[in-house]
C-alpha cells in the first residue's frame, strides 16, 4: 500500500487542522492505521492508531481529548482531526499502515508499521 498524507499548514494556537491520509494499492480495511509525529530535534512519537474497521483507537496521552483518528475505507482514507492545537504539536505528521488480522492490537510502536506515508508539516502559532 502506498500512502500519501496532507492537510497541514500554519494555524495560531487553539485552532485545528485536518489530516488526511490516502491510500493506493488493495486491501486497505485489512490494515490497523496510525499517525505518528516527529518535531524538530526531537525522535518520532506515536500520535494516534485505529483498527481496520475503526472500532478500536488509541491515543498518545499528550493528545488525548484535542485529537480524533477515524477513517473511511471506502474511500481508502485516514484522518486526523486535530483542535486546540498547541505550539508544541508543531510536527511533520506521518500516517502509517500495519497489515493486521481483526483481532491484532493497535500498536504505538513505529517498528509495527511496514508502509508510510511522506509526511505533512504542520506548524502552530503562539
Known amino acids: 500500500v502506498q500512502l500519501q498524507a496532507s492537510g497541514g499548514g500554519l494555524v495560531q494556537t487553539g485552532g485545528s487542522l485536518r489530516l488526511s491520509c490516502v491510500a493506493s494499492?488493495?486491501?486497505?480495511?485489512?490494515?490497523?492505521m496510525a499517525w505518528f509525529r516527529q518535531a524538530p530535534g526531537k525522535e518520532c512519537e506515536f500520535v494516534a492508531g485505529l483498527s481496520r474497521s475503526g472500532g478500536r483507537t488509541t491515543y498518545a496521552d499528550s493528545v488525548k481529548g484535542r485529537f480524533a483518528i477515524s477513517r473511511d475505507n471506502a474511500k481508502k482514507t485516514v484522518y486526523l482531526q486535530m483542535n486546540s492545537l498547541k505550539p508544541e504539536d508543531t510536527a511533520v505528521y506521518y500516517c502509517?499502515?500495519?497489515?493486521?488480522?481483526?483481532?491484532?492490537?493497535?500498536?504505538?510502536?513505529?517498528?509495527?508499521?511496514?508502509?508510510w506515508g511522506q509526511g505533512t508539516l504542520v506548524t502552530v502559532s503562539s
Open positions: 502509517a499502515a500495519d497489515w493486521a488480522i481483526t483481532s491484532a492490537p493497535v500498536y504505538e510502536s513505529r517498528s509495527e508499521y511496514n508502509y
Open positions: 494499492g488493495r486491501s486497505f480495511e485489512r490494515y490497523n
